[in-house]
């Protein structure tokens, strides 16, 4: 990236302390920690990739792709926000994604911009984070690298917690899972919606599972 304002601008968005409200969620993790699934630093590792290489993570990334490349486009956007919410398993998924999509787009308000217009609504998170990207000019794989980056930690964030792991354990998993950052974000920044599936069935049950969990701290 040769602009530092864009860099600049990105790390602010993707920040934990951006009011988005992403450590709320923890896309079905919970429930896999609470029946014993993922109990160790290997499993949320194994658990974390499967989600970047075949679940909602992947899926995520090729709409910020899709929507950085149509952020001009009003009627595109609104069909890919339309895709996005349709490839939803779970209810609890769709609210994660419509919630901080619509926490982001208010958000981003500090950052006057002609896009806020263009925005469907309910808008995906993943969707107005690429569209904010390209018409803010911040490279499409640096935008991906930061945004599955943020993903990775939050889920960390959440095993770190509930496990629960140390710290040490906690970064062992973000540094294991950096190649496959990098390479999830190099296939969608080139990917079409040609590209999307998944077949995170196990991240998708235990989010519907959730709504059973007791006790339970987060809402997915």
Same mark, same amino acid.
């Given at each position: 990236?040769?602009?530092?304002?864009?860099?600049?601008?990105?790390?602010?968005?993707?920040?934990?302390?951006?009011?988005?409200?992403?450590?709320?969620?923890?896309?079905?993790?919970?429930? #896999?920690?609470?029946?014993?699934?993922?109990? /160790?630093?290997?499993?949320?590792? /194994?658990?974390?990739?499967? #989600?970047? $290489?075949?679940?909602?993570? =992947?899926? !995520?990334?090729?709409?910020?792709?899709?929507?950085?490349?149509?952020?001009? !486009?009003?009627?595109?956007?609104? &069909?890919?926000?339309?895709?996005?919410?349709?490839?939803?398993?779970?209810?609890?998924? $769709?609210?994660?994604?419509?919630?901080?999509?619509?926490?982001?787009?208010?958000?981003?308000?500090?950052?006057?911009?002609?896009?806020?217009? =263009?925005?469907? /609504?309910?808008?995906?998170?993943?969707?107005?984070?690429?569209?904010?990207?390209? !018409? $803010?000019?911040?490279?499409?794989? !640096?935008?991906?690298? #930061?945004?599955?980056?943020?993903?990775?930690?939050?889920?960390?964030?959440?095993?770190?917690?509930?496990?629960?792991?140390?710290?040490? @354990?906690?970064?062992?998993?973000?540094?294991?899972? &950096?190649?496959?950052?990098?390479?999830?974000? /190099?296939?969608?920044?080139?990917?079409?919606?040609? @590209?999307?599936?998944?077949?995170?069935?196990?991240? @998708?049950?235990?989010?519907? =599972?959730?709504?059973?969990?007791?006790?339970?701290?987060?809402?997915?």
């Amino acid at each position: 990236m040769t602009n530092p304002l864009a860099l600049q601008r990105l790390l602010t968005w993707l920040s934990p302390a951006f009011p988005v409200g992403s450590f709320a969620w923890s896309a079905g993790l919970e429930t #896999a920690i609470a029946s014993g699934t993922v109990a /160790d630093a290997k499993i949320l590792e /194994d658990w974390v990739g499967a #989600a970047l $290489h075949h679940g909602g993570i =992947r899926t !995520d990334a090729i709409i910020l792709a899709a929507a950085y490349a149509a952020h001009d !486009d009003t009627a595109k956007l609104a &069909e890919i926000a339309d895709l996005c919410l349709a490839l939803t398993a779970s209810k609890e998924r $769709h609210d994660e994604l419509t919630i901080t999509g619509a926490a982001f787009v208010k958000a981003l308000a500090a950052w006057p911009s002609d896009v806020l217009q =263009r925005l469907p /609504d309910p808008c995906p998170y993943p969707l107005v984070v690429g569209a904010a990207a390209g !018409d $803010h000019d911040i490279g499409v794989t !640096d935008t991906l690298r #930061a945004f599955l980056t943020a993903l990775v930690h939050a889920q960390v964030s959440v095993a770190v917690r509930l496990v629960p792991l140390g710290q040490t @354990d906690g970064l062992t998993v973000m540094s294991a899972l &950096e190649p496959q950052i990098a390479t999830l974000a /190099d296939f969608a920044a080139a990917a079409s919606l040609e @590209d999307l599936g998944s077949i995170g069935y196990a991240a @998708d049950i235990a989010q519907m =599972r959730h709504e059973t969990l007791e006790p339970r701290i987060f809402r997915s």
